[in-house]
């Protein structure tokens, strides 16, 4: 009989034998494989905190290094620590601190990326989408759908700090990024200020108007004082264990999300209130727009205050513990997931 080989001799065949079927660019699944089909999620995304009050002094200083038209969007990206180098703050979302000075505008393009802008600081700034401009003011959560012409430009006195959220990483993993410069440094103003939110978002649209699910919004700009009129109206009820009093954005023609790409969400957690641990599978950045809450994230705490941003990863436990009533803003890649059937939460 033909001796069993030994773990040694097995494990020099099968190097040698990976070897050779490498030179025609194949691998072994079976070596692979718990990495590929994970029991649960296992992202490569840490948890991170971005402290705003720290951040503002780096922010500024950009706007002295370099000039808006030099940087065509002059922003600094929140880098997920885990991932240095990819600019994404999860796997599939990007995110960052954008800043226009007293004067200046920040030149009209387009891409096939859909964007989000959540005004932090300052006053004076506006974003103009297709021909409408929209006054920024801090809370307001502002859209610029995916190939819509688009800039921003600051006709106050101060300087002007949004957070950006793109699907940058997303339209990168598939290989579908397109974009143009447009030929003047700002669109022209075709429509009125607010002529969107008076047509989309009064509970009315035109009465031709019917929009394909997966189109977005037409209503590009979320008050934060009709954001917050809402929260603090429903306020008055019993709050949910997990969330508190939480409302997703929507598009109102549809129902659905204002991007095919990207969920966003608006939060109140009243003062002293904890929520119970919640996890789901789509990672998900929060910005804090009033009040301070404890973010306690796989048994790890984080202090958010004003204007601070945090990440959780895919599939890690999250609470809040509020100190004051505290406003949440946040966003995800929730529609993809749900999309494709993959999304999934546990509410413990």
Known sequence: MEATATQPQRHTERE??????????????????????PPQPRSPIEPALWRYADLRQHVMEAGRL???????????????????????????????????????VAPAHRHTQSALRLVLDGEGAYTAVDGERTTMRRGDFIITPAWTWHDHGNLGNEPVVWLDGLDIPLVRFLDAGFAEKGEAEYQAVVRPEGDALARYGANMVP????????????LFVYPWERTLASLKAISAGPPDAHFGHKQRHINPATGRSPMPTMAAFSQLIPAGFETRPYRCTDGTVYVCLAGSVEACIEGVTYQMHENDVVVVPS?????????????????????????LGLWRELRA
Request: aromatic residues 10%.
């Open 66 to 104: 370099i000039t808006a038209e030099e940087a065509e969007r002059r922003v600094l990206i929140l880098e997920n620590p885990a991932l240095r180098g990819h600019s994404c703050i999860t796997q599939s979302l990007y995110a960052g601190l954008q800043l226009i000075m007293p004067g200046e």
């Open 207 to 218: 009465v031709d108007f019917y929009q394909q699910p997966v189109e977005p919004t037409r």
């Open 16 to 37: 040698a034998y990976y070897a050779r079927i490498g030179q025609h660019s194949m691998t072994p699944l079976w070596e692979v494989l718990g990495a590929l089909v």
């Open 315 to 339: 599939w890690h436990s999250v609470q809040f513990r509020a100190g004051a009533e505290t406003v949440l803003f946040s966003y995800s890649d929730r529609p993809v997931q749900q999309a």
